[in-house]
C-alpha cells in the first residue's frame, strides 16, 4: 500500500510540473508575440514619422500589421470620422499613436495587427483546464483502485495461504465491493467444504481404525478356541477318535471365522470409499439378469431362501456392469443378514423415463430411525447385533450409483424392506 500512495503522490506531482511547465511556456511565448507586433508597429511609426505618408507605406514585407489608418487635427473634431477611428480599439487588435513629422503633431494613426483565432491567454487557460481534468480523471481512477481493490485485496490475500496450511477456522468477512463479493463468498464455500471433508476424512479414518481393532479384538475369541484344541489334541487329551473329529471340526471352524476376520479387514483397507471409480458403458438387462441368476439362484437355495425374478423388458441401460453387480453384492448381502431368510425378490419397471430395479426382502419393520440413517458410512442399524459387517454396504451403493448419474433410495414396508436402483 505504501508503493501505491507514493503512485498516487508522483501522480500529483506530475500534474503540478506538467502544469507549471505549460504555463511557463504559453507565458513567455505571450512576450514573445507581444514583442513581435510591437517591433513592427514601431518600424512603421518611425518610417511615418520621417515624413512618409501612411498611406504610401509597403505593408507587404509585414507579418502582424496589415492596416494602418490616420485621423488628422482638423478631422478630430469631425465626431463621425473620430467615432469611426476610434471605433475599434476596443476589439484589442490595434494600437494607437499620436502622429508627429518633423517634430509637429500632425494627427493620430491606428496601426491594425491580426490577432490569432485563439488568444495565448485563452490558449493557456484552456492547456490548464484540460490538464486538471486529466489530473482528476487519474486520481480518480487510482483512489479507485486502491479504495476498491487493492485495500480488499490486501484483507483477503492471505486466505489461500491459510486455507494451504489447512487452518480452516475462522469466518471470512464479506465484502460490498461486487468484485470481490463473489470471491470471498466462493471462498467461504471452499473453506466448508474443506473442513466438512477435513472432518469427514477424520471421522472415516476413526471408524476405520475402531472397526480394525473391533475385527482384532473378535478374532482373539477363535484363535483362543483354535489354540485351546490344538494343545488338548497335542497333549493328547481326547481317548476317542469321535473326540478328535469334533475337534477338528471346531478348528475349522474356528480357522474359516478368523478368514472371514481377515477378509474383511483386507477388503476394509484396500477400498476407498472417498474415490470409487466407475467405468461407463452400455448394457442389456438380459446381460444383468443372467449374472445376477448365475450367482444368487444356487447360493438362495442353499440358504432356503426363494428367489424370484420379476419379468423384464430387455433394454439398454447405461452404467458399469461390474460396479453393478457390486452393488447387488452389498444389497444381497444385507437382505440375508437382516432378513427373515423367507423371500427375496428382484423386479424391473420403469419411471420418468428411467430404469428402475427393486430388491425386495422379508423381514421385520426397520424403525424409523434406523431407516433415516441406514445409507451413511459406518452406520449399522439395531438389528445387526451379532451380525459381522462395517456399516459402508449401503453407503458404497449410493456413492457407486450416484457415480453413474444414477439413484438409489429404500422403502420400508410392515413385511420388509426394498431397496429401489434408480439408471438414467
Not at 503633431?105 to 484552456?126: A, C, I, P, Q
Not at 475385527?215 to 489334541?233: Q, V
Amino acid at each position: 500500500m505504501r508503493k501505491y500512495n507514493r503512485i498516487l503522490a508522483a501522480a500529483v506531482c506530475l500534474y503540478l510540473l506538467l502544469a507549471l511547465g505549460t504555463g511557463q511556456i504559453l507565458f513567455r511565448m505571450q512576450e514573445h508575440r507581444d514583442r513581435e507586433f510591437r517591433v513592427e508597429i514601431n518600424r512603421l511609426y518611425h518610417t511615418i514619422s520621417a515624413g512618409t505618408h501612411p498611406e504610401k507605406v509597403n505593408l507587404s514585407g509585414f507579418r502582424d500589421v496589415y492596416r494602418i489608418d490616420s485621423l488628422s487635427l482638423a478631422d478630430v473634431a469631425d465626431r463621425e470620422k473620430s467615432e469611426a477611428f476610434y471605433s475599434d480599439v476596443s476589439n484589442g487588435n490595434s494600437v494607437i499613436k499620436p502622429w508627429y513629422t518633423d517634430g509637429s503633431l500632425k494627427g493620430y494613426l491606428r496601426f491594425s495587427y491580426r490577432e490569432e483565432n485563439m488568444s495565448l491567454g485563452g490558449v493557456m487557460v484552456t492547456t490548464q483546464a484540460a490538464l486538471a481534468i486529466m489530473a482528476v480523471f487519474v486520481l480518480g481512477i487510482l483512489l479507485y483502485l486502491k479504495y476498491r481493490v487493492i485495500r480488499p485485496f490486501n484483507r483477503v490475500r492471505e486466505l489461500p495461504y491459510e486455507l494451504a496450511k489447512g487452518h480452516l477456522k475462522g469466518e471470512v468477512k464479506q465484502e460490498k465491493n461486487r468484485y470481490f463479493r463473489d470471491f470471498l463468498w466462493g471462498i467461504a464455500q471452499l473453506k466448508d467444504t474443506l473442513e466438512v471433508t477435513k472432518k469427514r476424512r477424520l471421522e472415516l479414518e476413526r471408524e476405520k481404525k475402531k472397526m480394525l481393532l473391533s475385527l482384532s479384538h473378535d478374532m482373539k475369541t477363535p484363535l483362543g478356541t483354535i489354540r485351546l484344541y490344538g494343545k488338548a489334541l497335542e497333549q493328547g487329551l481326547y481317548d476317542t477318535e469321535e473326540k478328535k473329529l469334533h475337534a477338528a471340526r471346531q478348528i475349522s471352524a474356528k480357522a474359516e471365522e478368523i478368514e472371514g476376520y481377515v477378509a474383511e479387514i483386507i477388503r476394509s483397507s484396500k477400498e476407498d470409499i472417498l474415490d470409487i471409480q466407475v467405468e461407463m458403458g452400455e448394457f442389456y438387462l438380459e446381460e444383468l439378469v443372467k449374472r445376477l441368476a448365475d450367482t444368487y439362484v444356487e447360493m438362495c437355495a442353499v440358504r432356503m431362501v426363494e428367489l424370484q425374478i420379476g419379468r423384464y423388458e430387455n433394454r439398454l441401460v447405461r452404467g458399469d456392469l461390474d460396479r453393478i453387480l457390486e452393488v447387488f453384492d452389498n444389497v444381497m448381502e444385507n437382505a440375508f443378514k437382516y432378513g427373515d431368510g423367507r423371500r427375496i425378490e428382484i423386479s424391473f419397471y420403469e419411471e420418468d423415463f428411467c430404469q428402475l430395479i427393486r430388491i425386495f426382502n422379508t423381514g421385520e419393520a426397520v424403525s424409523e430411525n434406523d431407516f433415516n440413517h441406514i445409507f451413511e458410512s459406518f452406520f449399522r442399524g439395531t438389528n445387526s447385533l451379532g451380525q459381522q459387517g462395517s456399516g459402508l454396504g449401503l453407503y458404497i451403493c449410493r456413492e457407486i450409483m450416484r457415480k453413474m448419474d444414477g439413484e438409489v433410495f429404500a422403502e420400508r414396508e410392515k413385511d420388509g424392506m426394498g431397496i429401489v436402483l434408480v439408471f438414467r
